[in-house]
């Protein structure tokens, strides 16, 4: 991984493409990819792009990255603290996490998560959860952890990834900005 002056070119990643924060001019693109990857989405809520934006607005966005390719916006991950058992933690929620979908299946939601992931770590993280396919992020490491829920949806969609030894054990709450979407 290259890291030059806040943008990442990662080695073995699509050559035009370029990881880097979001910038303030930059939601917008952001949101249009978000409801355009989220559109007809089987457990999609509509409300992606507004999670962003509150998020946003909270600042509460630990990590906020865009993918360009060939100057556009089409990929953006982010992560945001997550409480445990009614607790403030060092544990973050990954997502939303969107590809715009004519360019999806070509890596880019691949190194924007291996790119938070990386983040989250260097910002001393303690672990990272996901509420999603088990096939996919089970590829990132991603497992179901016994002791840490997140109530609603079947047990096995919600993982975690411990960046440290100790797995935190209770109910799992997303910043109110999911207002119960996540
Ligand atoms: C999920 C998403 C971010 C993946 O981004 P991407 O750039 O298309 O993914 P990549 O190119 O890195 O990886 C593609 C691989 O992931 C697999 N994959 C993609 N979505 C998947 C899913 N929902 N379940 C299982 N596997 C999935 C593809 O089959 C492909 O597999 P392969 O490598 O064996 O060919 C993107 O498809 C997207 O924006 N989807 C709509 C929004 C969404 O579901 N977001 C995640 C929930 S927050």
Do not use: N
Not at 142 to 168: H, N, Q, R
């Amino acid at each position: 991984m290259l890291i030059l002056c806040g943008l990442y070119a990662s080695a073995g990643a699509p050559p035009d493409m370029l990881i880097r924060h979001e910038t303030p001019d930059d939601g917008p693109a952001i949101a249009a990819v978000v409801e355009r990857a989220f559109t007809d989405h089987p457990h999609g809520s509509g409300t992606e792009a507004a999670i962003v934006r509150a998020l946003r607005a909270a600042d509460a966005l630990v990590v906020s990255l865009v993918a360009e390719v060939e100057g556009q916006v089409r990929g953006y991950v982010a992560a945001s603290a997550v409480q445990v058992a009614g607790q403030s933690t060092s544990w973050h929620g990954l997502g939303p996490v969107a590809v715009e979908p004519a360019v999806q299946g070509q890596g880019i939601g691949s190194w924007l998560i291996a790119e938070c992931l990386a983040q989250l770590r260097r910002k001393a993280s303690s672990g990272c959860v996901v509420l999603g396919e088990p096939g996919y992020y089970g590829r990132f490491g991603f497992k179901a952890a016994s002791g840490l829920v997140y109530p609603g949806p079947p047990s096995e969609f919600f993982m975690a990834l411990p960046f440290k030894s100790c797995v935190p054990q209770g109910v799992v709450a997303y910043h109110e900005a999911f207002a119960g979407e996540a």
